[in-house]
Nanobody
Framework: DVQLQASGGGLVEAGGSLRLSCAAS???????IGWFRQAPGQGREGVSC????????YYGDSVEGRFSIFKDNTDNMVYLQMNDLKPEDTAVYFC?????????????????????WGKGTLVTVSS
């Protein structure tokens, strides 16, 4: 069974950095994996995803240039390096994954086919 476990959230000042980690296991297929977030009173947003097949990535417009996603195949970890954090980045962040149906650029923005979800981790950015 696929299992995802996210960690690394916390409180940081604006302009600071955090790294989120997701321990992923149980995959027997090509998959898309990434991070989604939900701020209070708002809908869920695809932040960044990466393909297990070719390493291609997707970044949402609001995080492009500030966040980086990377995957360590040796220990089945997926990381989201978040730099230059802003108060509007405050949200609960979820690690999610699913079979690679299309490209991550198509799949991530609308979390299409992301069948597996880990528990969220809270990121709070103070101004």
């Amino acid at each position: 069974d696929v299992q995802l476990q996210a960690s690394g959230g916390g409180l940081v000042e604006a302009g600071g950095s955090l790294r989120l980690s997701c321990a992923a296991s149980g995959f027997t297929f090509d998959y898309a994996i990434g991070w989604f977030r939900q701020a209070p009173g708002q809908g869920r947003e695809g932040v960044s995803c990466i393909s297990s097949s070719d390493g291609s990535t997707y970044y949402g417009d609001s995080v492009e240039g500030r966040f980086s996603i990377f995957k360590d195949n040796t220990d089945n970890m997926v990381y989201l390096q978040m730099n230059d954090l802003k108060p509007e980045d405050t949200a609960v962040y979820f690690c999610a994954a699913g079979p690679l149906l299309f490209s991550v650029r198509e799949q991530c923005p609308i979390d299409n086919g992301m069948n597996y979800w880990g528990k969220g981790t809270l990121v709070t950015v103070s101004s």
